[in-house]
């Protein structure tokens, strides 16, 4: 376990010099304009999980130019540890962006009255959140893997590659549900949604699900590689 929070920690380190003030700012003042233009922080909560997807793979990133793997293996880092430890450091930067970028924008809606109550905002935002993270979370899943399979020089452009399967299955999914091309899956969808805990359930087993099974790609790529 010491040796897990020593890798972690040694991950948010990494990344620290690509968190300039300059760059804080920026991600601050667009998370802050679209809370204020929706007077929701759903649009908030986005900018911190897409800001935490652009930034995990720094650390692979950084690990292959200066060889930083080969260091875990002198250090007495095993590889299951260093895969764990980057999907841990994975999970705590979606966190830390979440809650960095909304606490500015609720301080702002605050200030602005932009919004009706907090606890109604909260409300209103949930389910809207929940499928953000779920999608952002997917396109992890399948990035990571990729960078231990491949590495971060190889594996740059292949990781683009899940945000195009996403956008092309939500734009599929969203014009049948709509449409009449599907008239089956419409009427499964509206039944599916009317169930909220149904729907809960389902979303966090399918992220449980992929990110197991990414766990165990990822795992297995990195336990092949040579240093």
Known sequence: MAKLRAFVRLDFVTIKPYFTAKNMLIYIAVAVYMAIMSKSIISSIGIGLMLATMNIGYPFALGEKCNIDALYATLGADRKTVVKGRYLFSLLLNVCAIVFVTAFS??????????????????????????????????????????????????????????????????????????????????????????????????????????????????AFYSKREF
């Open 106 to 219: 609720l301080i702002v809606l605050a200030a602005t009255s932009s919004f009706g109550g907090f606890e109604g905002l909260l409300a209103e935002s949930l389910g809207a959140s929940l499928a953000l993270s779920t999608l952002f979370i997917f396109v992890q899943s399948i990035q990571i893997p990729i960078f231990f399979k491949f590495g971060y020089a190889k594996a740059k452009i292949l990781s683009i590659l899940p945000y195009f399967l996403l956008s092309a299955f939500v734009a599929f999914f969203a014009l049948n549900v709509q449409g009449s091309g599907m008239p089956r899956l419409h009427v499964f969808v509206q039944s599916f949604l009317s169930n909220g805990h149904v729907v809960v359930a389902a979303i966090v087993a399918l992220l449980v699900a992929a990110v197991f099974v990414s766990y165990r790609l990822s795992l």
